[in-house]
Every structure is written in structure tokens, then in C-alpha cells.
């Protein structure tokens, strides 16, 4: 009964039915008086108490309310505040309807009447309940060794979800913080049940209530560790100038994966800070990078995340270039966020990607110094526009860093690197290199190989980034039908820069999809215009240095002049270099299904080639002196006459010309 009064109290509900006791008119009009601020909740509870039969006090004193500054006098009218105790078992138990159906609404400070009862404060322990009350009457604290009033003011401000949660002081059990260091690092204990289902924010404000120092969020200054090993948070603060501060704790229990986007955090403890000595270091706020505890988000324990790589959230950096990997149980749409010192967005250096159901973070500082990351994520299915936050790390570039420092990645956003959902939805994969982000140390020539799905054919963009320019590199991609349900990519680079291969499927055999213009031409568009033609997948090639033996593999393809409906059923053996040597003898070794001759042209010249029951055309041709292109010529069924291939003859003088 004590329980179904409580509540009903707390909840301010009208509807009368769920009391068991008749109304009277004595009811009836505490009821108006409560709902016109004519009466107390205390004193409202009192009479129904008095009516069910069930022994109650009434109890005066002072609560903490949001107005309160710790360690200041509480004893003034606006503090004044009014609860109850009831019997219960020859037992007398604290109650607060007024509280519990209040709430602190976290960071602006204000308190206005709870979505839900907070049943915190009916039968509350009174050791707790002792944080935020104080009785006239020290009897009425129900302890054993009643508090001072000295000692009660000291206390930090507590709110009721510090006990939902839990939490214990592992550091500070003084709410007036008195530094002499500009460095307070205020840390709580959290219980081994929430290991992997809370959550935590600081915040760092004047006393006069401005977060701001100068054009810096205080915040800033503040940097907040989850340590679930040993089950603490920690608010790591440096303060800026000589100055009272406070420094709030928010907290939230995690239960389901929703609650990461849906559930609020609120206030759990506030800390009144006297700052009476700094220094220049902490004038030097942290890098901004979104919200969020230094470390991983309980996010990826909600969607059951394994970390594959170190699980360091500070990383000190002497190569300058790291790798964090989390592994999901489904495809993730993710994006990053890198600064530096002074909050300098750093686009270049930090680049995110999915293989598979990896995430992986490559990170490249430009130099020594702090660098925050933070990343963010969703699954694919929940179609999310803004993305939750995940982690957050702090890089600290130590040393001189690497003698050979590797070049900044290139500007695109994080969804651009590898699948798109075409690719997926096609049933394609990539059968030889699932990662979209490929490191070539020495410009060695390689295939890539993509099962088709029920695509009918692909098509390809080849370009090179290099020193803010992209250039048209298609004449150094070759692109062979592997077997049935593979085509292969034989990709050549000519110079160190990172390559961006674009790839688009086409479901029908209706026309050409888009043309491969073989051009050396700069690309006058930017590269977020380039990722966003393309509709299956991008990758991205890094090419370090290109070998002085390596001049084959950086040499142009033959030039396919065949339509794609009829080259994509086709495989170029050999030759492979779009060059040839006059006077010279060539190996001839190509499948064109369709075909029912095919000659090697040249000048007036030409050549018939053999093939065998799989359409495989080979023979051995002269290269003549006299001509300056040879053209392999299809006659395919129905007596269509097609080009297919072109090379171009030099004399042996002239062959360096070919590889740049």
C-alpha cells in the first residue's frame, strides 16, 4: 500500500481507481491544494497515509537543489525542503515523493517533473539519502553516527543516478576541490554487473555557469578514460587560468543497442574546484573530435564488436603511422574524424575502411604532438544519416618520426573505399583482394579479381593523385575474363602516388556503360566528384616507389578497340605491352568466343591466327619495319568486322618512350 501511494503521488496521476481506500471530502481537497501549490507532496503523502492507516512524519530540513554551491551555507529559504518517513516492519524508512517525481536534466541545471517515478527516493538507504538532505533533527538522518552540517556541505552534489549505477568515489570524497597544480583527476568506481553496459560524459564549466574559454569549449581541458578492466572512469582535468570551476559526471546504463541513440545521459555528481595555480601547459586544450570517454563506446559491446588490434586509447606514436581494427558481426556504414593541436582537421592523414566486417583505422600524423580520433558507426540495415559515435583515441607523435615519411592519404569520405550496396545486392565479391586499400611497396604489376554475381559485365576508371592532381590512367589497366563468373583487372603503374580504381556493374547487355578514354589528361573534377559516379566499388592503391628494373610492368596496355559487350567475354594472353619492336617475332595467345577469324594487320599486311575447340587464337607474327600500328581484326559470326586490339611499332631507339 505505502509502495501504490508513493507512486501515485510521484506521478501526479488524477485517476483515482488503484487507491483502496473510499474519498472523502478531506481527500478531495488535499488533492486541489497539492495540484495548486497550496500544499507539499510531504504533506499531501501524510494524509493519505494517515487515511490507509499507516504510521508517517513529516520531515523539514534542506535539500541540495540545482541552485546549491558547494561548500556555501545552506541554510536559506530557498533550500528549505520537506519529506517523510514512514513505519515499515517497527522500521522507520525515508520517502520523497516531491524528488521522485523531479529529475535534474543534466547540463543546463534546471529540474522539471520526471517522465517516470524515480523510485530512488522511496525507501531510500539513508546513508545515501544523506548526499542530498539534511534534517532539522539529526535523529531524523536514520544513522547510526548522524553528520554535521559541516560535513554535509562538503559533499559533492550527488543525484540519484550515481546509486542506480552503483557508483562509489575512488578519488575524491570532497565536493570542494581546493588544486595548487592546475590538474585534478576526479575518478569513479563503477560495479563489475555494468562492466560492458554504461557510459559516461564531463563536462567543465566557470562558476558563473560559461563553458567557454576564449573561443574554446572548456571541455577541452578535460580528458575522460573508461578503464573497464579495473572499473573506473576517470575526468582527467587541466584548468586553463586561476578560476572556481565545476565539474559535472554524467552517466548512463546501456541495456540494449537502441540505448545508445535513444537514452540521455544524466547527471551523477558535481565537483566545485578551486584552481589557485596553473602553468602554459594547461593552456593547451585537447584535439576536438566529437563526444564521447577516450577509448571504446560501449556501442561496440552492443553490437557484440571484437577489438583485433591494441586497445590502447592514448597511443604513443614514434613511427607516426597506426592501425586500430574492430571487428562487428555485420556490414557497418562508418566515417572518422582527425585533429590536431588547436583543433586543425587533419582529412589527410587518418583514412577508414570496411573489409568485410573489419573496420579499420590507418592513421599517418603529420608530425609530432597530440591527434585525437574519433570514429563513428551504424550498421548498414539501421540507415542511419548521423552516426553514433564509437571510440576515441589520442595519438601522441614522440621523436623525429620516421626517416621516410609516407605520403598523406587522399581526400574522400569514408564510404567511398571499397563496396557499395550495388555490389552486395548483385551478389559479386572480391575474390583476391577483399581490402579496398592496397599497398604496392615497388610498382610491381598485380591483377584483381571480382566474381561478377549476376552482373552481366564490368567496366573500370583507372586515375592517378599525385600532388593534388588526378590524372586519366586507363591506359594502364587491362581488364581479362578470368573464367566464367571472374573478371580480372591487370593493373601497371608508372609512378609513385596513390591509384584510385573505380569499378561499375551493368545487369544487362545493353550498351557500352561508360568509355575508357585513354588520355593522360588532367582530370579537372575533384575526387568526391570521381567516388560518387561509381557504383560498386573503389579501390585504393598506394604505390611507394617505382623500380628502375620495373619498366614492362610500368608500360601502357595494348589499346582495346573492341565494344565492351564483346571484350568483356575476351582474354589478352600476350602480347601485353601496347609497343612493339619492329623486326621482331610476337607470340600471339587470346580467347574471343564470338569470333570466326581473326587477322594481325599491318600496313597492307595480314596475318591469320589459329585457334583450338576453346576459341583460343595464337600464332607467332613478324613485327614489319615499314608500318607504325598493328591492329588485331575480328570477323565475328554473322560476317561483322570489328577491330579488336591496336599496338603501335617503334624501332628499338625509341622503346624508352613507352613507359612514361
Known sequence: MTRSLFMWVASRNSELDNIKFSLNSIIQENIRNLLNRKQTYAEFFFKLCECAGIECQIIRGYAKTAAYDIGSSIEAKQFE???????????????????????????????????????????????????????LELCHQLLVRPLTMAEFIQ?????????????????????LVFDETGHVDVQLNFPERLENGIDFRSELRFSDGNVQY?????????????????????????????????????????TRPEDIWMKPVQLCCRYKIVCRKTDSESNVPLPLTGPGVFGFNNVLKSLNATILSRQDQYIKSVEWEEEVVIRFQEPMSVRHMLKGENSVECPQNAMVRMVGNDLIARVRLPGAGFFSLSLFGAPHRMKMSKLPHLAKFLFVGV???????????????????????????LGMSCISHPDPYIVNANGDQFAIDIHRGQAKKLSQKYYLMKDGDVTHMNEYILQNKHNDSTSRFLLRFPKPGYYLLTISAWDSDDGDGDSDDATDDKYQGSLSSLLNVVPVYNYLIEVEYVSANQQYSTSKFPTVLAPKSIWSECTLERPLARILTSSTEVAFDFTIPRADCIYVVQGRCAFSLKSDENNRWQGQVTVAEDADTLTVMAIL??????????YTIDTPGHLADQYF
Open 155 to 175: 559533499f559533492p552534489i550527488v543525484r540519484s543516478t550515481f546509486f542506480r549505477l552503483g557508483l562509489g568515489f575512488r578519488s575524491h570524497e570532497q565536493g
Open 214 to 254: 576564449g573561443d574554446v569549449r572548456l571541455s577541452r581541458f578535460v580528458l575522460d578514460e573508461l578503464n573497464r578492466e579495473q572499473r573506473f572512469f576517470r575526468a582527467d582535468g587541466y584548468f586553463p587560468r586561476i578560476e572556481t570551476y565545476h565539474l559535472d559526471i554524467y552517466g548512463r546504463e546501456l
Open 637 to 646: 559470326s554473322g560476317e561483322k568486322i570489328i577491330p579488336v586490339l591496336e
Open 399 to 425: 621523436g623525429s618520426g620516421p626517416v621516410f615519411r609516407p605520403i598523406p592519404f587522399p581526400q574522400g569520405d569514408d564510404s567511398s573505399w571499397g563496396p557499395r550496396p550495388l555490389f552486395e545486392e
Open 81 to 135: 525542503a520537506q519529506w517523510n518517513i514512514v513505519k515499515i516492519a517497527d522500521e522507520w524508512r525515508l520517502v520523497n515523493c516531491e524528488w521522485g517525481a523531479r529529475r535534474d536534466l543534466s547540463r543546463n541545471g534546471t529540474v522539471e517533473l520526471a517522465d517516470r517515478v524515480d523510485d530512488h527516493y522511496f525507501l531510500t538507504d539513508p546513508e545515501e539519502y544523506i548526499f542530498e538532505f539534511f534534517p
